[in-house]
């Protein structure tokens, strides 16, 4: 019995730790543009089974403790604020912009976009957007529609051509989506396949010079946070009393 009650005082350590990682990662990203908070999800782990259940009683049995049963991402939209920026760009609704290092395709809500050396739109890493086709040199203004098509001005005052639309792309289950990184993520076995998104326009709209900013919700984490600590403080003392226990029982020759 003490040997159980040390190991299932570790596994929730060991939780609990975990716990606290999860929560410390969510809110040194309160700020981050687009992110997706976690959330932990704990299991029992298998019994001890001093007795099998039989006709008119129950089974007898000993939990050995708790292990990590998923880190899930929440998926939930951040609020929209406005930047002004023209090169800003927020996704209102569901859904991924889709970028790509010229080898790999990865996914991100955040749409923080700059033009590189050569004008062309792209990402903070530079990596290219799906569906912007046009050089921004030489434009005097341009404009992203809700459906993410984009129009410009040229400098002589002539309406601009080619520039593209920002495509926007759903998955069956977004929170299977690997993060990596950078505010990019990448699609998983259980994520399913990237799809281009239907009603963009209407039902999710593409909001020029605005930022989705962090699902995090501090008062939430704070509160997972004292729950966190107290839940490591107690399984501690489970262990620290086993410990008493055997003491006593070793003192017990002398």
Known sequence: MLLRSLGTGVSGLKNFQTYLDVIGNNISNVSTTGFKKGRINFEDMFNDNVQNASTGRNAIQVGLGSQTGSIDNIVTNGVVNSTGNP???????????????????????????????????????????????????????????????????????????????????????????????????????????????????????????????????LTDEMTSLIEAQRAYQANAKTITTADQILQTLVQLKQ
């Open 87 to 217: 090169y800003d760009v927020a996704i209102n609704g569901e859904g991924y912009f889709q970028v790509s290092d010229g080898t790999n395709k990865f996914y991100t809500r955040a749409g923080d976009f700059k033009l590189n050396d050569v004008g062309e739109l792209v990402t903070s890493q530079g990596y290219s957007i799906d569906g912007v086709t046009g050089n921004f040199n030489g434009l005097s203004s341009f404009t992203i529609a809700s459906d993410g098509t984009i129009t410009g001005v040229n400098n002589d005052g002539t309406p601009a051509t080619g520039l593209g639309k920002i495509n926007v792309y759903v998955f069956n289950n977004p929170a299977g989506l690997e993060k990596i990184g950078n505010s990019l993520f990448q699609v998983s076995g259980n994520s399913g396949g990237a799809v281009p998104a239907t009603g963009v326009g209407t039902s999710t709209k593409i909001q020029q010079g605005a930022l989705e900013g962090s699902n995090v919700d």
